[in-house]
């Protein structure tokens, strides 16, 4: 089951402490780092204790990214001390361990490394004292420099096949974090699309079970649109329903095993109309991608399934168009797979 965690820093974390609550799930991941330079100043040390203590009191499984540097300024040289006393549930490591000292910490407690920079031998035997590491991207502040699909794919398939488990970074849309205020993400792609469209991205289209929001967190429309994926599998849809169609607002439908890969096919669509009833023809336009159609009558037995076009189809008298999802959220249709639960939402 996919999971969805949150990032917080210690320089932002007080505008967002009250609200961070009501994320809190069974599990919950929030990340942090505590070796960002410009965060240091003289009360950084009561911050951090202060903001990991808060953290462990909401629920919240900590990951802390942590260098040598971070045991320096917090005068420490046990980096298992460190972890112990401040209440951390999973090690980061970042620059300034070797990899001999990460094996040797791997066997012992909870460590996340370098999803981008990992060898498989390093791979093969890091797994081999502990088959829980995690694997965690990096997120890319700077417009251009996120990664594609393809060299994002590269990277995981080595670790895929030894079946160890990715943690991939997504924007936030409610505190973004500076000094760009550009999006914390993994994929350029995502970096000005809906956070909800790309948590479903990572989890369908790369197999990401593990996903972070980089810029601490997310509106409460895509948090409960999130909740329910992971919770029902149900994919929601925003989307318009013209006037007459309504009644197709929050019902679940199956797309058909057999959909082709240009149209989808809802499988209880035929059902929900009303038995007897004809739909008459109505909007008969062109039919472009995202738009939401239904067969009419003059599709005889056909007539009332609902079909979602990916593609784009041409005007057809035997099928209206009955509404179109939003646009914020046509990306959706490239996450919809054959056998997937769906709902249209307003």
């Not at 951390?88 to 990899?99: K, P, Q, T, W």
């Not at 407690?109 to 990096?138: G, M, Q, R, W, Y």
């Not at 000005?192 to 509106?219: A, K």
């Amino acid at each position: 089951m996919s999971k969805l965690g949150f990032s917080v820093y210690c320089s932002t974390f007080k505008e967002i402490e009250t609200r961070l609550p009501s994320y809190a799930q069974e599990g919950s991941l929030v990340f942090t780092s505590l070796h960002i330079a410009e965060e240091m100043n003289a009360a950084y040390f009561d911050d951090v204790e202060h903001m990991l203590k808060a953290l462990k009191k909401m629920g919240f499984q900590i990951v802390c990214d942590v260098s040598r540097k971070t045991l320096e300024m917090f005068n420490y040289t046990d980096i298992l001390q460190f972890k112990n006393d401040f209440g951390i549930d999973a090690l980061r490591i970042d620059y300034g361990f070797s990899f001999e000292e990460c094996k040797a910490l791997a066997q012992t407690t909870a460590i996340c490394l370098n999803a981008s920079t990992i060898s498989e031998k390093e791979c093969e035997e890091l797994l081999a004292v502990n088959p829980d590491i995690l694997f965690i991207h990096n997120f890319y502040p700077r417009p251009e420099t996120g990664l594609d699909d393809e060299t994002f794919d590269a990277m995981n398939a080595m670790l895929l096949a030894h079946h160890a488990k990715i943690m991939a970074f997504i924007n936030g849309n409610e505190v973004l974090r500076g000094p760009l205020y550009e999006g914390l993400v993994t994929l350029e792609k995502h970096r000005h699309q809906n956070p909800y469209v790309n948590y479903l991205d990572l989890c369908l289209n790369h197999g990401i079970e593990n996903i972070l929001v980089g810029d601490s967190l997310i509106d409460s429309i895509s948090f409960e649109r999130i909740s329910k994926f992971n919770s029902e599998g149900i994919i929601s849809l925003p989307c318009h329903l013209h006037h007459g169609y309504e009644q197709y607002y929050n019902q679940t439908f199956t797309i058909r095993s057999d959909s082709p890969k240009g149209l989808k096919r809802l499988a209880e669509s035929r059902g929900y109309a009303a038995a007897g009833e004809k739909i008459k023809p109505d909007n008969c336009i062109y039919r472009k991608r995202g738009s939401i159609v239904m067969d009419n009558e003059r599709y005889q037995r056909y007539s009332g399934e609902i079909m979602i076009p990916i593609d784009d189809y041409p005007q057809d008298d035997r099928v209206n168009v009955i509404g179109e999802l939003h646009e914020d959220y046509m990306a959706l249709l490239d996450c919809i797979k054959n056998g997937s639960k769906i709902m249209f939402v307003k």
